[in-house]
């Protein structure tokens, strides 16, 4: 709206009254700077006018009065959160595993996910599992997120930890442990054998020197691998190249820049949802022309077969010489294995794949701040293309279409990139995520044949 304003495309701004024009003074300013800017703001029930002294001050306390309001409705909102803790009851959605029954009454264990995150904590408590190959797993056997979408490596992660399971609330905003009324999926002790394994407790030969980016940073000026140490209590990543200007950088001075850069590719849950749509609207057209090159290939195929075996008719009829009969062999058996050998590859699994590509945008964040050092790694790997410092500058460079999002004005937090285009569009983006997508099954088979 604010957009669709300010580039003229809309003439004014009409609301019902000024309670319902904003949630916060934030909101409130942007709204009277629409009216300093010349576009004509009205309210159907508050007849004041933003143009004059009077009728701004008075539009100014009754906002103020409204945020009041809502500061107001959002405590009383959080005492009824913290009274259903309480109670055992949790005031949010379901779980995957669990089906939602209604406001307060407690959630029931899901027929046919339930038995899947059962056996997903038991499989994983064995220690022959890691997170990628567990997902992997569960992907087979059936489990599904809370929209019926492809599993990913961090719903995992987070069913794992999520002490729900195991018929304990957990009220985030103190850390206060309640004793659920749900029935538990699986028991105290299997879920704390899970723990075990994640914090790695449980593993035997831990390398001593595996630091977080092992592997992972290079110094910007020499390309060479900055070695990680501890000092003081502090892990710092170092060039060795004697003659380079770099010398180190410190571990959590790299994470915060990170951070900084996982937060201004957060999107809307709207906006995701759209590139979603545009996404599988995309692979369906691809697979639609894939099928049309199939079939176009198969009927050339069949063609060349026809025309190889009344070739070699023609041939036992002696209707052709050995010279003519060998040179067209030789072609149409060319043919025919360039036609046999362009198949096609699948697609069955590269919508699942630009889904897991896409979620990021909603969870990379909090999957890296709140993680541990292997969903850690998995998001910077999946987010970041390089990792670099010059001299003790980090610089973290991302992938597609991370990369494009955040150089964009319509990203939730951090500010846009003067040097990169001012307008995000959903379809470029589902494009760029498609074409990851398939950087990352590449990156998988060629694992897979190693």
């Keep these: 709206m604010m957009r669709l304003l300010r580039s003229g495309r809309a003439d004014g701004l009409l609301m019902h009254r000024i309670d319902r024009s904003a949630r916060n003074l934030r909101d409130w300013v942007a709204v009277g700077d629409l009216a300093d800017d010349g576009i004509d703001v009205r309210f159907v029930i508050d007849q004041v006018d933003l143009n004059t002294r009077g009728g701004r001050i008075t539009a100014d306390i009754q906002a103020v009065i409204a945020a009041d309001y809502v500061r107001n409705l959002r405590e009383e909102s959080l005492k009824g959160i913290y009274g259903r803790y309480k109670q055992g009851l949790l005031p949010l959605p379901a779980p995957i595993g669990y089906l939602d029954c209604g406001g307060g009454k407690p959630k029931e264990i899901d027929p046919l996910k339930g ?106 000026l020499c390309s060479r691998f900055m070695v990680g140490e501890r000092q003081k209590g502090r892990v710092y990543y170092r060039c060795h190249n004697r003659a380079c200007e770099t010398t180190t950088v410190r571990e959590d001075v790299l994470e915060s820049h990170i951070q900084q850069r996982l937060r201004s590719i957060k999107l809307d849950d709207e906006l995701v949802d759209e590139i979603v749509r545009e996404a599988e609207s995309l692979v369906q057209a691809e697979k639609r022309e894939s099928e049309t090159n199939r079939r176009t290939q198969a009927a050339s195929l069949a063609k060349a077969k026809s025309q190889l075996s009344s070739l070699t008719a023609a041939f036992v009829s002696r209707e052709i010489d050995q010279l003519s009969y060998d040179v067209t062999k030789a072609d149409l058996i060319e043919r025919i294995e360039a036609l046999d050998g362009t198949d096609g590859k699948p697609e069955a699994d590269l919508l699942d794949e630009v889904r897991s590509v896409l979620e990021l945008f909603r969870s990379a964040q909090l999957s890296y701040e709140s993680g541990d050092r292997e969903s850690k790694l998995d998001t910077v790997k999946s987010t970041c293309s390089n990792l670099t410092v010059a001299r003790r500058e980090p610089s973290v460079e991302l992938r597609n279409p991370f990369r494009r999002a955040a150089s964009s004005s319509c990203v939730l937090s951090g500010a846009p990139d003067r040097g990169g285009s001012r307008t995000l569009c959903p379809k470029q983006l589902a494009r760029l995520a498609i074409d990851e997508a398939i950087r990352r099954e590449e990156e998988r088979r060629q694992n897979d044949d190693l």
Excluded at 193 to 198: A, D, F, S
Aim: proline share 2%.
């Design 115 to 220: 038995p899947l995150v059962e056996e997903a904590f038991e499989l994983y408590a064995t220690g022959e599992y890691s997170l990628e190959s567990l997902r992997q797993k569960m992907h087979e056997r059936g489990l599904r997120n809370t929209r019926d979408g492809p599993i990913t490596k961090n719903n995992i992660a987070h069913i794992l930890r999520n002490r729900f399971y195991a018929g304990t609330l957990v009220y985030k905003r103190t850390g206060e442990l309640f004793d659920g009324q749900h029935a538990a999926l699986v028991t105290k002790k299997l879920f704390e054998t899970v723990q075990g394994r994640l914090n790695r407790k449980a593993v035997k030969g831990i390398s001593k020197h595996n630091f977080l980016y092992r592997r992972l940073l290079r110094c910007a």
